[in-house]
Every structure is written in structure tokens, then in C-alpha cells.
């Protein structure tokens, strides 16, 4: 039960981020380079993770910085 609604959370928090980057390149004038906009948060997120953290690469494995 409690993972269910973990799940559900995640999911929540990732649609929220997807609406994200979707208006941040809609407000920059290039509403298709959304894969863009996420790419470039993802790697200024992977930049400043903490050493010892486990980050996701860009193919999608984990690995830990």
C-alpha cells in the first residue's frame, strides 16, 4: 500500500515536471524542443548532485557520483 502510494506521488511529481519544461520552452518560442529543456535541467542537476549521490546518466543507468 505504502509503495502504491509513493508510486503515485512520483508520478505526480513527474507530470508536474514535464508541464514544466513544456511551458519554459513554450515561453522561449521553440514549444518542440521540450526534450531540450529537460536535457539541459537534467544536467545541471547531474553537475550539482553531491559526491556519494546516485545520479542517473543521460542513456538511464545509475551510477554514484
Known amino acids: 500500500k505504502q509503495r502504491a502510494e509513493i508510486q503515485?506521488?512520483?508520478?505526480?511529481?513527474?507530470?508536474?515536471?514535464q508541464r514544466l519544461y513544456l511551458e519554459i520552452a513554450r515561453a522561449n518560442g521553440f514549444p518542440d524542443k521540450v526534450d531540450e529543456v529537460q536535457a539541459?535541467?537534467?544536467?545541471?542537476?547531474?553537475d550539482k548532485a553531491a559526491k556519494g549521490w546516485f545520479i542517473e546518466q543521460e542513456g538511464g543507468g545509475w551510477t554514484q557520483k
Open 8 to 17: 503515485k506521488l512520483v508520478d505526480a511529481e513527474n507530470q508536474d515536471r
Open 40 to 46: 539541459i535541467f537534467a544536467a545541471s542537476w547531474r
